[in-house]
Each structure stands twice: as C-alpha cells, then as structure tokens.
C-alpha cells in the first residue's frame, strides 16, 4: 500500500519543488465580504512573501472579516502532467458588519500543461476555531473552474463545487470534494478556485483550506491521494526557497 501513496506524492513534490514559474503569468488571491472586496496580486502589495514566485502569504481586514493566509501556492505552467491552485490553511474570523457570508478566491493564468482531456479534482475543508461562540453554525462552500480564454479570476467551465455545514457545539469538521472530467482543453488555460462560508453572527472564526487539482491521467484515488499532499508540499516550497535566500 505505501508503494501506491508514495508515487503521486513523489510526482506532485516534483510538480511543488522542480517548477519554474513563467514570468507572463498571473497569480493573485482575492477577498470578498458583501459588496467590499480586495485583492493581492502575487509579489504585489500585501503580499508578505514579497516576492512574485507562486507563492502568496496575506494578513487583510475585507468587509469586517479578518482574513489570514499562510501560504497559496500554483505551479503554472504546470509541469508533469499536473496543474494547481492552493490555499493552505486561511482563517477567517467574523469581526464586524452585516455581511455573514465571506469568500476566498484563488487564481493563475497561463497553464499550459497538462492538455487536451483532464480530470479535475477540488475539495476543501472547514474547522471552527476559538473563541467562536458555543451554538455556532456556518456553511462552507466551493467552487472551481477552467477557463480557455486565460483571463485571471476566469469561470467560463465549472468542474468542481460542493457544500455542507460545521457546527459548534458537535464535529467541528467537514471535508468536501468533487471530481470532474473537462475535454479538449486547450492551452493557455486559467485555474480559479473559491471557498466561501456564511456565518450566522460575529465572532465566528474558522479555518479553511481548499484546492483545484488537473491531471491528464484519469485516476480520481491517484487524484485524492496526491491532492492530499499539496499542502504539505507547498509548506516544503516555501520552506526550500527560504533556505536559499535566507529570509
């Protein structure tokens, strides 16, 4: 059995860690709560990594929420068959205002590998954290899509979407998960991925976490399992490119 785990993983390590990013794409997460919305552009303000490599790490206050991204990471252009967005761990905590529902999106451009029929694979995970009120309920939402016109932020194909709710007291978890098949894609291409949650009253704070994974291989359990491992992987990019500029 370890055999069977270790293979996808090994192949999305080399994905995370051997990819170069291309200089002509694009990479940017917003966030949006009612009608207030802002969005950071990788290397750009607000962006704390500093620097455009894919990687994105962002402390904004949007709408009344308090939004807080340890890492998001893509590999555009893609590289061995796989092409992803990540977001790794985003907390967001209900401060002020009228807006309950909040969302999270992530984007890049210029995929052009892999090609031609894809499997898609999304998910993302809910989890209240303290000091949300005893009694609390909220819905947790996703969904991700492919866009041939490589417009960032482009939805023109969903191939991912579920929803379900957390609650407090009870199982403060939940995993979502769809798996997709797109054909004829052409290339260049866009990933955009959103997890939204709508909150019943202030004072709730949960975290996030959510990806949209392609392979040219039509496997959905090599999908999961490999899909698993992205944000593993993406602490160990961040982690190698510090070790090489010292930062």
Known sequence: MTKYLVAPLALAAAVVLGAAPRADAAFQVTFGAGASTKTIVDGGIGDLDGD?????????????????VTLATTNTPGAGGISFVNTDTARVEYDSGANTTAFIRVSANNFTVPAGDVTAFSSATGQYKAPTPAGSTATVSFTAWVDASNTIDGMATEVGSASGSISQPGDPNIALQDSQSATGLGTPYTLTFEVMIAYSSTGQVADLDGQLFLTAVPEPGTLAMAAAGLPLLGGLYLARRRARTGA
Do not use: R
């Open 52 to 68: 455009a490599n894919d990687i994105l790490v962002i402390s904004e206050i949007v709408g009344g929420y308090d939004f807080q």
